[in-house]
């Protein structure tokens, strides 16, 4: 995937313009493509067809930083709740919800609420944030 780079004012703009947890893809194909072709199909369901190649962890395996098979968790320590997932060869997630290309719908769907997946999720084998391992990738 072809990467661009942005200077700190177009990328505080892109985080002004942003809807819940959108990332800045999200945000520029929104305001670029309009309302019509702005999203891409985020999630398949469970026993269903999902609608991408591949899911947003994908480039995390290539590196070699997580593995399939590798293991996610969130836990709420007030609430006394913990959810797990497992990352899928194809960069997916699953979840006893379905199956997930991004982890902030996975993580919301068990939660009930609007959460940012990619730092909510710990990666089990190495205690890091789906965020860090991005930033250690240079993926993010």
């Known amino acids: 995937m072809p990467k661009i780079s942005v200077d700190d004012e ?9 809807r819940g947890f959108e990332e800045p893809n999200d945000v520029l194909r929104r305001l670029l493509l309009g309302p019509n072709r702005a999203q891409p199909r985020r999630r398949g369901s469970a026993g269903g067809s999902t609608h991408s190649p591949r ?8 590196s070699g930083i ?26 997916r997630i699953k979840t006893d919800q379905g199956r997930y290309d991004y982890p902030s719908p996975a993580l919301g769907d068990l939660t009930g609420t609007s ?12 205690g890091k944030t789906l965020h860090q391992l991005r930033q250690e990738a240079g993926t993010s």
């Open 66 to 91: 997580i593995k399939a098979g590798d293991t996610l968790t969130h836990a709420q320590v007030r609430k006394g709740q913990t959810w797990t997932a497992v990352v899928e060869p194809d960069g």
């Open 10 to 18: 177009v990328y505080a703009v892109l985080e002004d313009n942003a």
């Open 115 to 126: 959460v940012d997946g990619w730092r909510s999720w710990t990666h089990d084998q190495s």
């Open 55 to 62: 899911g947003k962890l994908a480039p995390l395996i290539a």
